[in-house]
């Protein structure tokens, strides 16, 4: 029996369980949608792309004026702010049109690691490089099958669900970026 009420589950771009380089993109987040559509309750999955704030991550390197490691080479990403994010997870449990509906939240357009840091660059008045990390050996396979499938263009599409959803927009990393400009230029303790 369904309820009136709907968790909203928070996926990922690509999570869609296509196959990889003999792998399943997201396997993981396929396996808990999956779980959470067959409890029995009401469900909207939020599948985001890449945060804009996956960049404060590399705060400290960029603080110090050390080049970022770039896993996703020349990928081209739909770089989504992650207010764009919470207020569809706000939006999508207030009534029954999004019940069993999947969105897939991006931004407004496609950029590469190069372009974001080129755009940090413009805000904060100095360079901010970037230097290619060619294999992904070091990182964990789940994470490997996922950037291989962007270095190999999955991720390279757009959606109009923010908009949709909010009646507005979707915010840009450009308008992302200046608002977070002081983490990328004090030091936090």
Do not use: C
């Amino acid at each position: 029996m369904r309820s009136g009420t709907q968790p909203v589950l928070g996926g990922a771009a690509g999570a869609g369980g296509e196959p990889f380089d003999g792998a399943t993109v997201g396997a993981r987040h396929v396996d808990a949608e999956r779980a959470i559509e067959s409890g029995g309750f009401a469900w909207t999955v939020l599948r985001p792309a890449s945060f804009a704030s996956n960049l404060l991550r590399h705060a400290p390197l960029i603080r110090a004026g050390e080049p970022l490691p770039n896993l996703a080479g020349d990928a081209r990403r739909p770089v989504v702010d992650p207010r764009d994010v919470a207020a569809v997870a706000v939006a999508a449990p207030t009534g029954d049109a999004h019940d069993g509906h999947r969105y897939d939240l991006t931004g407004p357009e496609l950029l590469t690691f190069a372009d974001q840091a080129a755009i940090l660059a413009g805000v904060l008045g100095r360079p901010v490089d970037a230097t290619d990390v060619p294999t992904l050996d070091q990182v964990p396979p789940a994470m490997a099958t996922g950037i291989g499938w962007a270095r190999a263009g999955g991720a390279a599409y757009l959606t109009d669900h923010v908009p949709g959803i909010l009646g507005r927009p979707a915010g840009t990393f450009k308008q992302w970026a200046p608002g977070h400009r002081t983490a990328f230029t004090n030091a936090r303790g």
